[in-house]
């Protein structure tokens, strides 16, 4: 069984920093794009930023130059670090894993449970 567990979250006051991480685990498997969205109450999901492996980072236009994403493959694991916070970053941010099971030919996508991130002063 695959697993895809966001931490990192918590709150910070405006102008601070996090750093995101998701680490996939389980069964072999191949890893391809990995993407941090976000849900704010009221909200639709969106998509914050993403990454394949060895492929340009991909961001929503409203984190651009705050946000960076990057990814060890070696342990799976996806950071977001987040810079020059605002409240409007505030939202559950979620993890989201493509990936292909070893013996399969079928591409999969796994989320996490999510984790808070809230901006206030």
């Known amino acids: 069984q695959v697993q895809v567990v966001e931490s990192g979250g918590g709150l910070v006051q405006p102008g601070g920093s996090l750093r995101l991480s998701c680490a996939t685990s389980?069964?072999?498997?191949?890893?391809?794009?990995v993407g941090w969205y976000r849900q704010a109450p009221g909200k639709q999901r969106e998509l914050v930023a993403e990454?394949?492996?060895?492929?340009?980072?991909n961001y929503a236009d409203s984190v651009k130059g705050r946000f960076t994403i990057s990814r060890d493959n070696a342990k799976n694991t996806v950071y977001l670090q987040m810079n020059s916070l605002k409240p409007e970053d505030t939202a559950v941010y979620y993890c989201?894993?493509?990936?292909?099971?070893?013996?399969?030919?079928?591409?999969?996508?796994?989320w996490g449970q999510g984790t808070q991130v809230t901006v206030s002063s």
């Open positions: 989201k894993a493509n990936l292909r099971s070893f013996g399969t030919s079928r591409w999969v996508d796994y």
């Open positions: 990454v394949a492996s060895g492929g340009t980072p």
């Open positions: 389980g069964i072999r498997f191949t890893l391809n794009v």
